[in-house]
């Protein structure tokens, strides 16, 4: 049973559309994440909800905009995709009172073209 | 702000020889410090973290880290290394009061047979 999903895996599209990530977890776990990780592989935060609200905005276009209907998930909506967004998109969850270990999922694969 | 360096981008070992990564942070205060390892096609798996205490860490997989305040360093490091653990190794420091990780760039370990 899968601790923290993501879909799509891979998502090809033009530049200018619009899509949107999905991420559930099953652990029970409080506070939610997504991170973006380059072709460097440099990973950064993009975003964090605890409980549903927001708790971590990186300074991100306002085109990513996430949404947490309740604390088991996490979605990713980008609009007007650039092709600076290729890049792999991971959700990871930690349990409320930080412990330091984020279990995230195996990342969702965006490539703008 | 706090942050972490990883010197070596890419490291080649034999397989069953010895391996050390190196880690240094910036921080002003006892770091929450981590070691995470990103598997091909995965998400990253905590390997181990030191949050205060004995300075030497004993984490998954017979890998192990010490802390050294005086060089600023959490250096991980493993005895035999064996052809799994050809991946990418991420050393990370907590950068806020919510739990956000900042990560270094990663070293790619390569084992040869």
């Known amino acids: 049973d899968t601790a923290v999903s993501q879909t799509p895996k891979y998502l090809v599209t033009q530049m200018g559309n619009d899509k949107s990530i999905k991420c559930e977890q099953n652990?029970?776990?409080?506070?939610m994440y997504w991170y973006k990780q380059d072709s460097k592989k440099f990973l950064k935060i993009m975003f964090s909800?605890?409980?549903?609200?927001?708790?971590i905005n990186e300074t991100v276009p306002n085109r990513f905009s996430p949404k947490s209907p309740d604390k088991a998930h996490l979605n990713l909506h980008i609009n007007s995709l650039e092709l600076g967004d290729s890049a792999v998109y991971f959700c990871?969850?930690?349990?409320?009172?930080?412990?330091?270990?984020?279990?995230f999922g195996e990342g969702s694969r965006l490539t703008v073209l | 702000a706090q942050s972490v360096t990883q010197p070596d981008i890419h490291i080649t070992v034999s397989e069953g020889a010895s391996l050390e990564l190196r880690c240094n942070y910036s921080?002003?205060?006892?770091?929450?410090l981590f070691w995470y390892v990103q598997s091909p096609g995965q998400g990253l798996q905590l390997l181990l973290k030191?949050?205060?205490?004995?300075?030497l860490v004993q984490g998954i997989k017979g890998f192990e880290a010490e802390f050294k305040r005086s060089q600023s360093s959490f250096n991980l490091r493993k005895p035999s290394v064996h052809w799994s653990d050809a991946a990418e190794y991420f050393c990370?420091?907590?950068?806020?009061?919510?739990?956000?990780?900042?990560f270094g760039a990663g070293t790619q370990v390569v084992v040869t047979p």
């Open positions: 990871a969850s930690s349990q409320g009172g930080f412990t330091g270990e984020l279990f």
């Open positions: 652990l029970g776990h409080d506070t």
């Open positions: 909800y605890n409980n549903k609200e927001l708790i």
């Open positions: 921080y002003g205060a006892t770091p929450y």
């Open positions: 030191y949050f205060s205490g004995d300075t």
């Open positions: 990370a420091v907590v950068a806020d009061s919510w739990g956000k990780l900042q």
